[in-house]
């Protein structure tokens, strides 16, 4: 049975690190799925949720809709992302008689990459061999809002050569927080300074996580202060594609 | 006067989070303890059977007495004034400050014990009991250091979280009479008892908040760990409480269940070490007690809250979990809130208590983790609560102009997708342009994230040009 899917980028892996996108769409491949892409997309809406700007949150939330609505199942390489689709447009919608079906049944069918693939399809990578030691942060949108914790472990346990190095904390926030982490710098750079800290004392080689955005910024303070630990979304470990440039490494 | 201002509150949040996150020794006392705190609470969960269900219950009971408020406050009322006691009812913090100064003077009294409570704090008792020259002792260890340091609360279940015991050992040996000299915590607790106890027994009036009200029974119920409650409210001829209206529950299997919950939750104690219930005043034929007994039911905006949208907030019971396992808190501590509460719980109240225009970076300064929901003994999303501030706020024009046209111009791009994929080709374009080695260290317009952390340069083109290329071969 082939699975008619559709890929929601997320506006953060368009632009900042496209092979999230590609290691999705050929881990579902993989998984027997028929991936598409549709057009109409851009970003799901929540940085203006989570200002307090309910009627631009409402119109991105219409046009996603509007975009991922004809197919069967809709998969984000975002915790985060896919907790805005799944959990909060139905709430936006709340008292929108003509447009709360619609949301739900988008939310209904909207899922995170890796839960999908461990879920959905049982499936499991095969034949992936990634010869490191790694250590995984739990990103709190997917953790708390969409359960997110052993389905990545699940799929990462099938990568022949890869070890785990618990993380002190896996599950406290990173400190990237969306516009938090721009709006009050200096007490988001205490909290990832400390994470940082935290990773760099597992010895891992490598940092894996759900979520591009706690990535960038874990990776970003690793690098400054001159760790060498290098930071992948484990999606990319997952499609066998753990042998390309890390974040912040030129291809 | 909505609530006991101190000199720090002039400052702006973001001078006082700097003034914090500069400060190590705050951060070594706040995560001493909200560390330890943190343990112990997910020892004592983990040993409860289901405590998710536990949970459930402590929400439902609050949500039921949050809708039915009148019915349960009048039975209370019945109750204890059956048993003896005076009920007032207060609307304002200054309302209920005043039926407390007059209480007061009605006693002729010269000095009050007072037995910790953040209502208290809430409606500025503390200074219209000084602005009245009326003698006011602290009984409670860590509001005997704050009182001693002429500070305020910085933690809602330890006010003095913020001190290191070192501190508090120097601040000891220059204010008590008869200070410790062996530098251990059982010399500090001893020198604090020499100091208190003649001050407690010689108060005129003793001030208790109350962490429940037992509607069926119409007794106030305390706890602490120390005794200092039930040494502060016996012996004086006149023991007054302040309680806010929420703090009501049905009947005493209520309250137990509650005691559970909120014990677990602030220290990892499966019951705190008294826990007293007064039902009214001395009886005759009772050996002790005071001989009257006043309870001030205080709204100051819990009713309004009731119908703006914050119902659930009225949840709380004042554990303190939210902010021992809040990232933000455990950086910045409880004074840079700037408020009576500190922490998510008092990110959602302030507002309420100050106004949003004097507050509304609270709600901001909070990266909606979810945690303080996960750990709430009441569930109460204050994740979701946060953010409904920060629509009110964007609704009454208070954010500011960058972030307003920032925003409105980002989503009108966005909204028009070909537009969008044009604009982020260029931001792509403009990007690499400023990195080097796969780095950028310095980004226009983010400013806040390249002071502290590198961003990673993108790749050449976007997702959506990458893709469509490889689809039109």
Redesign the interface.
Known sequence: MTRNVALFVTCLVDVMRPRIGFAAIRALEAAGCDVVVPQGQTCCGQPALNSGDRDHAAALAKQTIEALEPYEAIVVPSGSCAGTIRCHYPEIFEHDAAWLPRAQAVAGKTWEVMAYLDQVCGWKPEGVTVDAKATYHDSCSGLRELGIKAQPRRLLKNIDGLTFAPLQGEETCCGFGGTFCVKYPAISNAIVGEKADAIDATGADLLLAGDLGCLMNMAGKLNRKGSKVRAFHAIELIAGMGDGPAIGEEA | MSSFTAKADTATFKER??AA?ADRILKVAVERTAGTAETKRGIAVAAFPDFDAARDRAAAIKDHVVAHLGHYLEMFEANAVAAGAKVHWASTADEACKIVIDLCKAANAKSVARSKSMLGEEIGLPHALAEAGIGRVETDLAEHIIQLADERPSHIIWPAMHKTREQVSALFKAKHRSPHEEETIAAMAESARRQLRGEMLGADVGISGANFLIAYTGAICTVTNEGNAELSLVPPRVHIVTAGIEKIVPSMPHAVHMLRMLARSATGAALTQYTTFYTGPKRPGDRDGPEEMHIVLVDNGRTKMREEGLAEMLRCIRCGACMNHC??FR??GGHAYGGTYPGPMGSVLTPVFDGLPQSRDLA????????C??VCPVRIPLPTLL?G???????EGL?PTS?RVG??V??WV??R?AL?RFG?GI??RAMRLLGR???I?RLPL????T?????????A????A???KERRK
């Open positions: 989070t700097d996150l990232v933000v950086q910045i901001h300064a909070c990266t909606l983790n979810g945690k929901q996960e953010k501030w920060r629509e009110k706020s964007w609704r954010e972030m925003l409105g980002w989503a966005a909204s997708p969008y982020t931001a792509v080695k796969g780095w260290d983010a400013g806040g994230w002071q502290y952390r590198d961003m990673p340069r993108p790749a083109q976007t997702f959506m990458q893709y469509n």
